[in-house]
């Protein structure tokens, strides 16, 4: 899903939905998507997965670096390229 402005965007540990069961996965480092898109992959990740699932798969909490926050670059939700609004360098 494309983005306006940077509030169509989301980090999300959820990169991609999950359609069933064994489509599970373990949350991975914070990922820039679309914000509509983010809820649905967290909310089926909840329903169909969740930390029992996670818990019992060995699912170990990723070490991150801290994620800038998302900015919609080129109508694509992405990485920030600094902390500034929008993704513009400081100046």
């Not at 670096?65 to 993704?87: F, I, Q, V, Y």
């Amino acid at each position: 899903m494309a983005c306006v402005t940077a509030g169509d965007c989301a980090l999300t540990p959820y990169p991609r939905l999950v359609a069933s069961a064994n489509g599970c996965y373990c949350p991975a480092c914070p990922q820039p998507r679309n914000a509509a898109a983010a809820a649905a992959n967290e909310e089926a990740w909840q329903r169909l997965c969740g930390v029992s699932w996670a818990d019992q798969a060995g699912c170990l909490a990723p070490m991150c670096a801290r994620p800038l926050a998302p900015a919609c670059l080129g109508g694509a939700c992405r990485p920030a390229l600094s902390d500034s609004e929008e993704g513009a360098p400081p100046g």
